[in-house]
C-alpha cells in the first residue's frame, strides 16, 4: 500500500476508536490534557497560545481555553479557509461563535491575529514518537506550521492514538513534543 493509501487506512481506524471512547474516560483523559498544557503553557511563560476549538470526538480543550482566557493569555483559533489556508482570530468567548467549514466553528466577526505565537496546540489523529502528526488531510497544519517555526508546537492524543509510526511525506510537519498518557 502506498503512503496515501496507509493515511487514508490510518485515519479511518482513529475516527472509528475515537468515536468508540467511554465518555467517562473521554472526561478524565480531557481534564488530564488540559492539565498537562496548562503545566507546559506556564513553565514555557507563553503569552500567545494558538488553539483548536474542539469538534466531534477530539479532546475537548475548552476548559483550559477557559482557563487561559481567565489568566488573560491570547488565545488564537483558526477559521479555515479555501486552499489550505487558515485564519488566526482572537478568541474572547464562547458566545460568540458561528459555524466554519467541515465542523469547524471560529469567533464571529473575528479580529484577525497577526503577531507571534509562542504555543500551538495541533490537532491531529495519530502521532508517533518521534512527533510527527497524522492530520484530516487537508494540510492546513502543515502549511501553518511551516509559517511559524519559531512556535513550540504540541499534540495531544488519546492512547491509541499514539502509533509505533505515522506514515509520513516531506511536507509533513514534525511537532516539538507530544502529551499523551
Known amino acids: 500500500m ?5 493515511k487514508k487506512a490510518l485515519r479511518t481506524e482513529m475516527h472509528l476508536q475515537r468515536a468508540a471512547v467511554d ?8 481534564a488530564w490534557i488540559c492539565k498537562q498544557l496548562a503545566v507546559l503553557i506556564s513553565a514555557r511563560n507563553c503569552k500567545v497560545v494558538h488553539a ?29 479557509l ?25 469567533p464571529k466577526d473575528g479580529i484577525v ?3 507571534n505565537i509562542d504555543l500551538i496546540i495541533v490537532p491531529g489523529l495519530a502521532y508517533d514518537a518521534a512527533n510527527y502528526r497524522l492530520g484530516y488531510g487537508g494540510g492546513y497544519y502543515d502549511a501553518f506550521l511551516a509559517e511559524h517555526p519559531n512556535a513550540y508546537t504540541v499534540g495531544i492524543c488519546y492512547p ?22
Do not use: W
Open 2 to 6: 502506498d503512503i496515501v493509501g496507509q
Open 52 to 80: 483548536y476549538l474542539p469538534m466531534g470526538t477530539e479532546i475537548d480543550i475548552k476548559p483550559l481555553i477557559a482557563q487561559l482566557l481567565a489568566n488573560d493569555l491570547t488565545v488564537v483559533v483558526p477559521k479555515t
Open 160 to 181: 491509541f492514538q499514539y502509533v509505533k509510526t505515522v506514515p509520513k511525506e516531506t511536507h509533513d510537519a514534525c511537532l516539538n513534543t507530544v502529551l499523551v498518557k
Open 23 to 30: 465518555a467517562s474516560f473521554k472526561s478524565e483523559y480531557d
Open 113 to 115: 491575529f497577526t503577531g
Open 82 to 106: 479555501k486552499k489550505r489556508q487558515l485564519e488566526h482570530l482572537v478568541f474572547e468567548s464562547f458566545d460568540k461563535l458561528e459555524a466554519g467549514v467541515y465542523g469547524t466553528s471560529h
